[in-house]
């Protein structure tokens, strides 16, 4: 009888072990099912590409701030993007800008000087994409300065003073210089005045 109960236990415990193996089995056949896609798409994350960030030369005195530019791949190429504030009490209709690449020898050169047209509306925001793409693909090594230049409106135009000075100025490296502004009425796109010569700058963005 004792030789009986003996191997009633022997069999009892083979047959835990046995389900405790397969229970790990499957839990490890689980894990490896539930593991496996989160290491794609760990993959998948570092294969993404952002657009190339662009920094802003900020001339405080001008109604126009940038808040972030960048560039945008599309199909014709890459675009500029501006997100931008009007800090004025006047529409602005239009600005000029200019773009530089800097090299890893730190040699400048000018890839855009722009006049383009726009429509933001007193203390404002907005964001800009213009339609005219670069003529260059940009790479990682480079470097690029935006700066705008000049910004309009029906009755003013703000111009910044030796804007070429400065940015090349800052394109070195030397951030102490701040270029002045000088405002005067806008004598093309001013409203009804007898004999002025009609002019409208060209509206070149997306909304």
């Known amino acids: 009888m004792l030789k009986f109960a003996v191997l009633l236990l022997i069999a009892v415990s083979c047959v835990a072990s046995e389900e405790v193996s397969r229970s790990g089995a499957m839990s490890q056949r689980q894990k490896e099912v539930f593991v496996a896609p989160l290491r794609r798409c760990v993959r998948n994350d570092f294969t993404q590409t952002s657009a190339p960030s662009v920094e802003v030369f900020q001339v405080l005195d001008l109604p126009l701030t940038v808040h972030e530019a960048s560039l945008v791949k599309s199909e014709r190429g890459y675009l500029v993007k501006l997100d931008v504030g009007n800090s004025s009490e006047e529409k602005l209709v239009g600005l000029r800008y200019s773009l530089v690449m800097i090299d890893s020898k730190n040699q400048m050169q000018l890839l855009v000087n722009r006049n383009e047209g726009c429509s933001v509306l007193p203390y404002a925001s907005k964001t800009l994409t213009f339609k005219t793409p670069l003529r260059s693909k940009p790479k990682d090594s480079e470097r690029f300065v935006l700066m705008v230049e000049q910004v309009i409106s029906p009755e003013w135009i703000w111009e910044v003073v030796k804007a070429k000075d400065a940015l090349e100025a800052y394109a070195r490296g030397d951030f102490s210089v701040m270029p002045a502004v000088m405002r005067m009425l806008n004598q ?12 409208r700058l060209q509206r070149n963005e997306e909304y």
């Open 188 to 199: 093309v796109d001013a409203p009804d005045r007898p004999g002025r010569v009609i002019y």
